[in-house]
């Protein structure tokens, strides 16, 4: 009877470290750094990485052209244990008055992302194409 408890409590304090493990990572994931400098930044709050100027200008297009904010999509598209490179799409669909789509604008930045044990660091940020 003991073992069998004994075996039960391991198995759930197994269970409960795996799961916080993956749950770090999930929520340290290199999608979500981005998306959260990303949303500090739309924001007019301090960001975790210094953009460029032409990269500013770029994450600043809605603004500048009296736009609603992009949506953003990521996909990994280089990746080892220590570096990822996330390809970050940005669309802005326009409509007209009835509600029809009459323009889409979409461009790409691609940041690339080191790892220092569980954390995820923007290393740089380059525009691959521009917001048109």
Known sequence: ???KKTIILLALLLAILIGGIGGVYVFKSPERV?????SHFFKNESTSYTYPDSVIHFLNYHTINNLQRPSVT??????NSNS??????FEIIIYDDINQITDIKSGALIFRM???NITWKIESVEIIRNMK
Do not use: C, F, G, P
Not at 74 to 79: D, F, L, P, V
């Open 84 to 89: 990822k490179e996330v390809l970050a799409s």
């Open 34 to 38: 981005i998306e959260h400098d990303l």
């Open 74 to 79: 990521y996909k990994t598209i280089n990746s």
């Open 114 to 116: 080191t790892r220092n």
């Open 1 to 3: 009877m003991v073992r």
